[in-house]
């Protein structure tokens, strides 16, 4: 009988401290996740050295709770996966520092994982007994950072085919949630406000890119602003207003997300798509990719769409299982590209 490999996973690339232990990939044992989503919304945004000062207080804690809850020692882990990029060089810092330092003093072997690519595998994790994805995958990664379409042709191997031109798709919800008064984080209270909303209300454009699968969101970003300012002339906005406005922008962002997925699912045959991100985590997004996309679409639960440990487990599992070994040198490296 093969013996289980089990890793501790460590993420702490923005402003979630998070650690979790998952086993051959797949078996979520424990998932501890440490939001500073109150600390950082009063300043309607990440305050990076905020951030960095909170993980390290949490950082331990939330590790031993992650090992409690997995019902496992030091002794009975394979190896430590940590987040080295990108992100938050500070927050970063904090995670791959206490990731070496344990890995040293307990002596395990050390994995470094890119943030993006522990996204992508949070799609591993099984859940209610989800099979495993089919390769090669077209992922689509969408969070405050990122807008990426890329293909997984094998594990660990990844090409990019399409990028944001200029604001990721998260970052354009957070401006637009601040705009109106939604509050931080800006997408699951662009969604809340959508609910009750007509997303035909107002016809804001949609960047239309012909060549490749990039997409843009600043137009649609300032024409939105535009359309506030221009309400807003009349006096404050209404709750309708506001909830139509919501709707209107989701709405946008949604046709240009799937009509470049859709149409690169059909382009390179995939087997399937794969959603990731904590964009990923948008209900609109995902039924309007799994009606409209020829191709089955698979997406983590919410929990596991924003940054967690438990992806760069399911990563570290991969890469521990192909050979890869991160030095005790392992630096961050904030701009990490994924392919």
Not at 4 to 30: K, M, Q
Not at 123 to 141: A, H, K, R, Y
Request: charge should be neutral; proline fraction near 6%; charged fraction near 20%.
């Amino acid at each position: 009988m093969t013996p289980s490999v089990r890793i501790l996973g460590i993420e702490t690339s923005c402003d979630e401290t998070a650690a979790a232990v998952v086993e051959n990939g797949r078996i979520l044992r424990s998932n501890v996740v440490a939001s500073q989503e109150d600390l950082h919304a009063r300043y309607g945004g990440i305050v990076p050295e905020l951030a960095s000062r909170q993980h390290i207080r949490l950082i331990l804690p939330v590790i031993d709770e992650a090992l409690r809850r997995a019902g496992v020692g030091w002794a009975d882990l394979s190896a430590i996966a940590v987040t080295y990029g990108p992100g938050l060089v500070g927050s970063l810092l904090v995670g791959v520092n206490v990731a070496k330092a344990l890995a040293f003093a307990k002596g395990l072997p050390l994995v470094g994982i890119n943030h993006l690519e522990g996204h992508v595998y949070a799609n591993w994790i099984e859940v209610d007994g989800s099979p495993e994805p089919q390769l090669p995958l077209l992922c689509l990664i969408v969070s405050g950072a990122h807008s990426d379409l890329t293909l997984m042709l094998d594990h660990g191997k990844f090409r990019r085919i399409g990028r944001t031109r200029d604001d990721a798709a998260g970052e354009a919800f957070d401006k637009v949630a601040r705009l109106l008064g939604l509050g931080f984080p800006g997408g699951p209270a662009i969604q809340r406000a959508a609910e009750m909303g007509n997303p035909e209300a107002y016809p804001l454009p949609r960047a239309e890119i012909r060549e490749g699968w990039d997409f843009s969101f600043s137009g649609l970003k300032t024409a939105t602003l535009r359309l506030v300012e221009r309400l807003r002339g009349s006096g404050p906005l209404t709750e309708q207003q506001v909830a139509d406005i919501a709707a209107s922008f989701q709405e946008a962002v949604v046709d240009m997300l799937v009509a470049k997925t859709v149409g690169a699912a059909r382009a390179f045959q995939v087997p399937q798509v794969a959603l990731a991100g904590g964009v990923a985590a948008n209900r609109r997004l995902r039924e309007r990719l799994r009606a409209e996309c020829p191709v089955p679409v698979i997406y983590p639960p919410p929990s596991l769409c924003t940054d967690n440990g438990a992806m760069i487990a399911a990563a570290g599992y991969f890469r521990f299982r192909a050979g890869e070994r991160a030095d005790l040198d392992l630096d961050v490296v904030s701009n990490l590209k994924l392919e």
